[in-house]
């Protein structure tokens, strides 16, 4: 473009400094780098925690035995090469028991934390944004539930249903239901009076858009936090109702029976039989109990720098 004799030239846009963005990969690296050196604890419980994931994706190619196959020349056997953990009364092997039970364990405990803390964050977070009369009557309701111990509750849920996995799983996502309903709402009490809310209410925008587009988004980590404590409750709820006889059914091996029955009957002649399990429980109840909290003590920023272990 040609300018008159008067006229400056229009000088050239010059390129914006583009900045390269931050490796993905190496920030996570470093975030773990963080939690293994401040939390060791935490970082403990994370590797049990990885490893009963690897039991329950790779124990069926580990077992050196079919948990429920039985061999009555065996039964009772001290533990050796051949059985790492010795065989119960039916000659079926402890350790391959151990890891069966570890399957179950599992499933039964992210599903039923799934269920009830997602049932309970859900409700957490339209009572807490929604106020009123809604969230008395549901606060009342929540009263209720977290009055009813959990082991009692899921006992008369099981009771009622029937004796199954999938019924177990009810009976546990139940109980912890209310314990997520009240963080969330909390949170979301917090949240809904903050700035960028009143700019959305002014804008127009639906309750629904607001509670599941901003309240959820910034609750989710204080749900994280109860969800990652109640797994080892789960778990501890699970193998108390197999010990009480209302747990997971036969055939499916669990810790929780393998503590009951013969394995308290013949506990001074083959204690092998109850320690095993009861061990398998302390640990990875602990586990998790102790990832939950550093978990908390990283995503919580007023615990942030406090040196909690």
């Keep these: 473009m040609n300018t008159g004799p008067g006229t400056p030239e229009t000088p050239a846009a010059e390129p914006l400094l583009v900045l390269p963005e931050e490796n993905q990969w190496g920030r996570r690296i470093r975030w773990t780098r ?78 039923s934390v799934i269920i009830g803390t997602g049932l309970g964050a859900v409700w957490g977070l339209t009572s807490g944004y929604s106020g009123g009369r809604y969230d008395l009557i549901s606060q009342r309701f929540i009263d209720v ?103 997971v059914p036969p055939p499916h091996p669990s810790w929780g029976r393998m503590l009951s029955g013969i394995g308290r009957d013949y506990f001074l002649i083959a204690p092998w039989m109850s320690l095993s399990p009861g061990l398998a429980i302390v640990f990875v109840v602990l586990a998790f109990n102790l990832f939950g909290d550093a978990l908390r003590d990283v995503l919580d920023p007023r615990l942030r720098g406090t040196g909690r272990r």
């Design 145 to 247: 539930l977290q009055s009813i111990p959990t082991l009692a509750l899921a006992l008369v849920i099981v009771a009622s249903l029937g004796s199954s996995l999938n019924n177990i799983v009810i009976a546990i996502s139940i109980g912890l239901i209310a314990t997520a309903a009240r963080v969330v709402r909390s949170s979301a009490i917090v949240i809904r009076n903050m700035d960028y809310i009143l700019a959305a209410v002014a804008m127009g925008a639906s309750w629904q858009r607001i509670v599941f587009s901003h309240v959820m988004p910034n609750s989710f980590a204080p749900y994280l936090i109860v969800a990652t404590a109640a797994l080892g409750g789960a778990i501890l709820q699970e193998a108390s109702l197999s010990f009480l006889g209302v747990g």
């Design 34 to 111: 963080r939690f293994l050196v401040n939390k060791p604890l935490g970082a403990v419980g994370a590797g049990i925690v990885l490893f009963m994931f690897f039991l329950t994706a790779f124990g069926s190619f580990l077992t050196p035995y079919n948990p429920i196959d039985m061999d009555f020349f065996a039964k009772l056997e001290s533990p050796s090469t051949t059985h790492p953990l010795g065989t119960d009364l039916y000659g079926r092997d402890v350790l391959s028991n151990i890891i069966g039970g570890a399957k179950i364990s599992i499933y039964v405990g992210f599903a």
